[in-house]
Structure formats: structure tokens, C-alpha cells
């Protein structure tokens, strides 16, 4: 297929465009190079004749109609969007514009495209969201597909209401989507103002390890890599119209997960003391959601897709990652916000 992916500079992008030429897809990549994108994460496919880069944002609809008209994709990955919950809190603009005008923006670009083309059944828009949707959890039970929407922040909020729209497209104008919601990712080129590479980066530096509150909210986990896979089998063989849920089975607690890490790096990169030692607790985030846990049985019943890697397996690999990709991350050091605890607002 020939692929439009939004936001394909970004973390999770990046490793769909990345994995999908790997399978011999033909790649466009749309993306905006906001603070948190990284031409360096397609430097292993920057070269492969079956990519092209457009640098355009999705809240400009003229520059989406070439975008479709010059290169004619097969199917759309919808990933462009602003993801960090403490810049949410701190400007929500930026959240309604990208994630909730720009899906807009993104949908009509489509069906105006789709239409043109005699409305082809083969061609699909995924749009990639997040379990966060769902609000919260308490000790028990699982997000599926059919958990009501629930969203506590600005950020999910804004995804769920891109989520709305997209289902809205599908009802009322036939336009055939297929929908996913992930739970928290971590892995390789990981942007470094999320917990996993500020945990990592702190500890390395000699700097405290935030941990919000007691570090007593749980998170299932799922490694990048297995993500991508899970995208791309959902948009080759997922059911028009339907959602499913990707998960990686892995419940941990922030705290748990630190220590994971530490223990990591006190193995791989040993000192006079253990990393532990660096944890520091922080004030909470405003509206911090207690747990988030993943059910995934729609897409291993119907698709066949499991996780292939445990969080101890995909978080050794992260470590080792940024450990011998130091010229990645050192020169993301300076971009806004880096290494500052937002969200306090």
C-alpha cells in the first residue's frame, strides 16, 4: 500500500514508518516538526525509495488537499497529534487546535479525496488514540472497547473528541475508518519529557528521579516496536467502522516501573550506588488518573496480535537504546521543556 501517515517524525510515528517499510509499504510522511518531532528517528529509511517527507501541519486544510492530490495514498495512519498530559494543563489551545480541528481538518481532507475517487471500498483512515479516553480505573477491571468515554484532562479530552469525529465520519458519510486506542508505550527515540526516558536521563545525570505523589498509579505498558506492529495489522485487516484496543499487558505501578529501571541501569551502568537512590517524590498532576489497564482480546481474537515482548524484555532494550544513542537525546536537551516539570499551572 501506499501509506499517508500524520506525525510519522514523532515517536510512535516514526516507528510505524519505519516498520511499514520494512514490509514494502510506500510511505508519505505528513508531518508539522513541532517541538517534539525528530527527523533523526527515520535516518534508517530516509534514504529508501519508497519515502517521501511533505512538511505540512493537519490544521491547514489547503496544504492537506495536495498532500492527497500529489501522492494519491491507499490508506491513511492518523498519528499527528499533541500527546504530553502536563503541556495539556499548561495550554490547551495547542490541544483543541492539533487534536480535535486538525482530525477535522484531516477527516474532510479525506472524504473529499475518497469521493473524488468513486469512494474505492479498499481505502481506510486509522486514527490512533489513547486509553486515556477512558478516564479512570479503579482496582479491578479493564478498558474494552465499549467503555464509556470518560476523559480527566485536557489532553484526552481532546483525543476522545477526535475520536467522536471519527466515528461521526463513519456513520454519516460512509467513510471507512477503522479506530485503535493504546495504552502508555515506551521504547526506542522515546521523547525525552515522558516518565521512561526522564527517569532514564535523570538517573544517568546524577539527577533526582521524579516520581508525582506516591507513584501509586498503574499503567499497562506496551513497547513501541510491538505497537507499530499491532497499527499495521489493524489497518491491513481490521473491520470498517470498529475500534480495538491495544494493550501490553503489563500493569505496573510508576513507582514499580522506576525501580525496573534503576535496577536495569544498575546492572548495564553500575555506580557506588544504586539509581534508586536519585528517587525523589513530586507534587501530584492536577486530575492524575489512579489506573489504566488494557483489555486485548479483541485484537488477538479477531486479528491475531500479541504483545511479543515483556516489559522487563522491552525496558532492558529501551536502556540499552539510549545508552548507546547518547548523540540522540543530547540534542533534544534544549527544546521547550525539556528536563522542566510542567503541568502545575
Not at 479498499?122 to 476523559?151: C, K, M, N, Q, W
Request: proline share 5%; aromatic share 10%.
Amino acid at each position: 500500500m501506499k501509506i499517508l501517515v500524520t506525525g510519522g517524525a514523532g515517536f510512535i510515528g516514526s516507528a510505524v514508518v519505519r516498520h511499514a517499510i520494512a514490509e514494502g509499504h510506500e510511505i508519505v510522511n505528513l508531518d508539522a516538526l513541532t517541538y517534539a518531532a525528530c527527523l533523526a528517528n527515520l535516518d534508517s529509511v530516509a534514504d529508501d525509495p519508497g519515502y517521501s517527507f511533505v512538511e505540512a501541519d493537519i490544521r491547514d486544510r489547503p496544504a492537506l488537499d495536495t498532500v492527497f492530490a500529489d501522492h494519491a495514498p491507499d490508506a491513511v495512519m492518523h498519528l499527528a497529534a499533541e500527546s504530553h498530559v502536563d503541556r495539556s494543563i499548561d495550554g490547551p489551545g495547542a490541544f483543541i487546535e492539533t487534536n480535535v480541528t486538525g482530525t477535522y481538518n484531516m477527516l474532510e481532507a479525506a472524504r473529499a479525496y475518497w469521493m473524488a475517487r468513486g469512494k474505492p471500498a479498499d481505502f481506510r483512515f486509522h486514527h490512533i488514540s489513547t486509553d486515556e479516553v477512558f478516564g479512570t480505573l479503579g482496582e479491578t477491571g479493564f478498558f474494552t472497547e465499549d467503555t464509556p468515554y470518560a476523559p480527566n484532562s485536557p489532553y484526552s479530552a481532546s483525543k476522545a473528541a477526535s475520536d467522536h469525529l471519527v466515528r461521526a465520519w463513519h456513520e454519516t458519510y460512509g467513510l471507512p475508518v477503522v479506530l485503535s486506542n493504546c495504552s502508555n508505550n515506551y521504547g526506542p527515540f522515546h521523547f525525552p519529557e515522558k516518565l521512561v526516558p526522564v527517569v532514564i536521563l535523570n538517573a544517568l545525570a546524577g539527577k533526582p528521579i521524579p516520581i508525582y505523589g506516591t507513584g501509586s498509579n498503574i499503567r499497562d505498558w506496551l513497547y513501541v516496536e510491538d505497537h507499530a506492529t499491532a497499527l499495521l495489522t489493524v489497518l491491513r485487516s481490521g473491520r470498517t467502522g470498529r475500534s480495538y484496543n491495544i494493550g501490553g499487558n503489563n500493569e505496573l505501578t510508576n513507582l514499580d516501573l522506576v525501580h525496573l529501571l534503576c535496577g536495569i541501569l544498575d546492572r548495564v551502568r553500575p555506580k557506588s550506588e544504586s539509581y534508586a537512590e536519585q528517587i525523589t517524590f513530586v507534587a501530584d498532576r492536577p486530575g492524575h488518573d489512579m489506573r489504566y489497564a488494557i483489555d486485548a482480546s479483541r485484537i488477538r481474537d479477531e486479528l491475531g496480535w500479541t504483545p511479543s515482548v515483556t516489559v522487563e524484555e522491552g525496558l532492558e532494550r529501551t536502556v540499552r537504546w539510549f545508552l548507546d544513542n547518547e548523540d540522540w537525546w543530547r540534542a533534544l536537551q534544549d527544546r521547550d521543556g525539556v528536563g522542566k516539570r510542567l503541568g502545575t499551572a
